[in-house]
């Protein structure tokens, strides 16, 4: 696959197919840090738990977005002797360290909603409000930027994006619910109804990303169906010892064992060809085939040794 080129002529630094979110997240970053600020004076003037565990949010986003950011600089590294693989899984690590974050956020507002609910304390609405609107256009923006990626890293980061928006939401809802009855309780109700929101979202990003670290098949790949399409080129015998994993949200790879006993050359490779071509279709553009004139019956063969167990 050709790399792209950019307007000026030069080679984009980003695989095809990646998109660059590189300017979004620097944005994200700043707007995050100002919003935590205003959150945190707001939360403590008005004396709001829902602007004070938001503010907490703020400050796990903005690191949400540094990591991604890094995860974005290491990704585009150059493959060496030692990582002949580049650093493609920095992002998926980065997900599942943003995933670990928002389960404790989550668990931490959880905590002072009941603390509150327990003992409720007066809150100054109006200004609750004033700054949880603030707050809300700023992750609206932000999450506008982000949203539609398909890479886990920036969707840990969107999420996080989303999830701090939700919890703007309930903010002015809670504030205006206390404007207009003076029912306290709505601050840390809501409040702990934003962090189950947000301890969901954390367990869909733990789940993928901890999938791809381990080199799980990717959900959306029949591994059988797979098979069955390599096994109706024409020239193909057998398959065995096939395994497919994603190197990152955006790479997949597949290794296999090809049974075929044609000795002609150029004929391997039309078949290779053909297979590569098919393997398109699953998404999977990076494939590494072994041909082989002779099936791996032998149970001792280091060669077969990851097929051992298989059912």
């Not at 065995?240 to 949200?249: A, G, M, P």
């Amino acid at each position: 696959m050709e790399p792209e080129e950019t307007e000026s002529g030069h080679e984009s630094s980003l695989p095809a197919g990646r998109e660059d979110y590189t300017r979004a997240l620097w944005i994200g970053v700043a707007a995050t840090l100002f919003v935590f600020f205003i959150e945190v004076v707001g939360g403590y003037v008005s004396g709001s738990l829902s602007l004070l565990s938001d503010a907490g949010h703020m400050v796990i986003d903005a690191s949400s977005l540094l990591l991604s950011l890094s995860a974005i600089q290491a990704a585009r590294s150059l493959p060496t002797r030692q990582r002949s693989y580049g650093l493609h899984r920095a992002g998926i690590f980065a997900a599942f360290l943003n995933g670990l974050l928002l389960v404790g956020v989550s668990a931490w507002i959880l905590y002072q909603a009941y603390q509150r609910i327990l003992s409720p304390q007066a809150v100054e609405s109006t200004m609750m409000l004033i700054v949880a609107a603030a707050g809300l256009a700023a992750n609206v923006a932000i999450a506008y930027r982000l949203h539609g990626s398909r890479d886990l890293n920036i969707r840990g980061a969107f999420l996080h994006v989303a999830g701090d928006a939700l919890s703007s939401i309930a903010v002015v809802l809670a504030a205006l619910w206390i404007m207009a009855t003076g029912q306290v309780l709505a601050d840390p109700l809501l409040s702990a109804v934003i962090a189950v929101v947000i301890l969901v979202t954390a367990l869909g990003v733990l789940r993928e990303s901890t999938e791809v670290l381990f080199q799980f098949t990717p959900r959306d790949v029949n591994l059988d169906e797979v098979i069955r399409e390599i096994m109706t080129v024409p020239g193909v015998l057998g398959v065995h010892d096939l395994h497919i994993w994603s190197l990152s949200s955006s790479i997949r790879v597949m290794d296999a064992h090809v049974y075929s006993c044609e000795q002609d050359v150029r004929e391997n490779e039309r078949i290779k060809h053909e297979i590569k071509r098919r393997l398109e279709r699953f998404r999977i553009y990076h494939s590494t085939l072994e041909f082989e004139c002779e099936e791996c019956q032998n149970e001792g063969d280091q060669a077969c040794m990851l097929t051992r167990g298989k059912t």
